[in-house]
Nanobody, 121 residues
Framework: QLVESGGGSVQSGGSLELSCAASNGLGSFDAIGWYRQAPGNQRELVAE???????IYGPSVRGRFTISIDNAKNTVSLQMNSLKPDDTAVYYC?????????????????WGQGTQVTVSP
């Protein structure tokens, strides 16, 4: 189970930090990170540690947001700086567990309940 915290409202240029706690630990996930969804838009990648041990960022947040992991606390965090009104969205913690059956790979996606981030001009 993934539980987010830390959302809220902030003015443009401000900062927020989101945290996601994994009740069963982070070790079971092949990828862990953050997505967001604004009204009328599709859910999009914000930042993620991938199953190939890479860190990827969405192009609109690169250089402003930083993802980090605290294995001792089983949490993944997202530090968001220089926030813009376009960053307003519901932010979701995402975990991926890959399973294989024979030659077939299955992606099992897990999502938190989401936390609202609102950035005012």
């Amino acid at each position: 189970q993934l539980v987010e915290s830390g959302g809220g409202s902030v003015q443009s240029g401000g900062s927020l930090e989101l945290s996601c706690a994994a009740s069963n630990g982070l070790g079971s996930f092949d990828a862990i990170g953050w997505y967001r969804q604004a009204p009328g838009n599709q859910r999009e990648l914000v930042a993620e540690f991938t199953d190939s041990a890479r860190t990827i960022y969405g192009p609109s947040v690169r250089g402003r947001f930083t993802i980090s992991i605290d294995n001792a606390k089983n949490t993944v965090s997202l530090q968001m700086n220089s926030l813009k009104p376009d960053d307003t969205a519901v932010y979701y913690c995402h975990g991926l567990i890959v399973t294989n059956k024979g030659w077939t790979r299955y992606n099992n996606d897990y999502w938190g309940q989401g936390t609202q981030v609102t950035v005012s001009p």
